[in-house]
């Protein structure tokens, strides 16, 4: 299972900490109150356990205030148990719902999904896209022990240590806010014990190894640009009909496709206050009729359009499938588009829940069409 964002949004406590607040000053302990924590949680308090001061957390975030950290390390150690839960640590929040994320899945020990990172933008995490060894990794757990854990960050590169000299997971590209910002660590949904927290802010921290190039790897066929409308609710778009005009597509902002030939779709809004619908539309010019195929991926609902003529609806959401079924996206799906001649609009209304908001299409018979955002 993977955690729903909206679980870890209350706040309130106490927690020890200790931060080098610039590399070469001596580390300060900071006080066991507010004035070092804004915490918000179903359960915080501060107490003994297995001879240390510990934070316990039980769905919920405590964040460090006027923390400022970019590049550097934090550690910490950790303990929980054997169930279902994703504790971790963000890191570089510009805000509280915009911010880089490890966390360690509890009941994965041993698996190839114990680890994982995702950007959290607009208070969506996204781990439906960033999916598989570049932003999962396997690491074994000692359940209800302390463990250490160290995280070092280099740029856009980030490196974590779970009770260890070796890196457990390695991420070479970053993918959310790039300055400066807030620390906080994360428990939910169940509860986990934090002690010992260090931030400590360098400019050139070291890293294992030297940042490897990252090669972009998505096909040339797959839609790389897109224009997407403001968010709207999802109960404007009537099952089965057509879709209303569209005035004003060419003044959508833009948005690029990421690793996998992906697009983010929270990187432009969030998905709060009912307003869980974007649509992401292309125009696709060809020099005749003709039926042309796309393959297609989506999360977490879709209805697509061709010349506002709705040709397919699906739902890609969490365990819609089957129980087991994760939502992770990719190329599933395909149609045929039923082309005119000259300029045919085809747009993607996407509608998100929790784990991902995301398009990715690849039109791979080029021949006679032209595509633009």
Not at 135 to 148: L, P, S, V
Not at 279 to 292: L, Q, Y
Request: charged share 20%; proline share 6%.
């Amino acid at each position: 299972m993977r955690p729903n964002v909206t679980s870890l949004a209350r706040f309130g406590a106490l927690v020890p900490l200790v931060v080098a607040a610039l590399a070469g000053v001596a580390h300060a302990q900071q006080p066991f109150d507010t004035s070092a924590w804004n915490i918000s949680a179903a359960e915080s308090r501060v107490q003994p356990y297995r001879g240390r001061s510990a934070l316990l957390l039980r769905e919920g975030v405590a964040w460090l205030r006027d923390s400022h950290f970019q590049n550097g390390t934090i550690e910490f150690d950790i303990a929980f148990s054997d169930a279902p839960g994703f504790p971790g640590i963000a890191f570089r929040a510009a805000t509280h719902d915009d911010y880089e994320l490890f966390y360690l899945r509890e009941n994965l020990s041993g698996g190839p999904h114990a680890t994982q990172y995702t950007p959290v933008l607009h208070g969506l995490y996204a781990w439906q896209i960033y999916a598989g060894p570049a932003w999962e990794a396997t690491a074994r757990w000692t359940y209800d022990r302390w463990m250490h854990v160290k995280l070092v960050v280099s740029g856009t590169r980030a490196e974590l240590y779970v009770d260890g000299d070796s890196a457990v997971q390695v991420v070479p590209r970053l993918r959310g806010p790039q300055g400066a910002g807030g620390v906080g660590l994360l428990a939910g949904p169940g509860a986990a014990r934090f002690a010992n927290v260090v931030v400590r802010p360098e400019n050139a921290p070291s890293v294992a190894g030297e940042p490897a190039e990252v090669k972009d790897s998505t096909a040339p066929t797959i839609v790389r640009t897109w224009r997407v409308s403001a968010p709207f609710a999802e109960s404007l778009m009537v099952r089965g009909h057509d879709l209303p005009a569209l005035p004003g597509i060419a003044t959508w902002p833009k948005l690029d496709i990421e690793e996998r030939g992906i697009a983010n779709l929270a990187r432009l809004a969030g998905n709060g206050n009912g307003r869980n619908t974007v649509v992401a539309a292309i125009t696709i010019t060809s020099d005749k009729a003709r039926d042309v195929p796309v393959r297609f991926g989506f999360s977490d609902r879709v209805r697509v359009y061709l010349n506002g003529k709705m040709l397919y609806a699906g739902n890609d959401g969490f365990a819609t499938h089957d129980p087991d079924f994760l939502g992770i996206v990719g190329l599933f799906d395909e149609l045929t588009l039923p082309l005119k001649r000259g300029a045919n609009q085809l747009c993607f209304a996407v509608s998100e829940t929790f784990g991902g908001w995301a398009i990715t299409a690849d039109l791979s018979d080029r021949n006679g069409i032209v595509v633009t955002p």
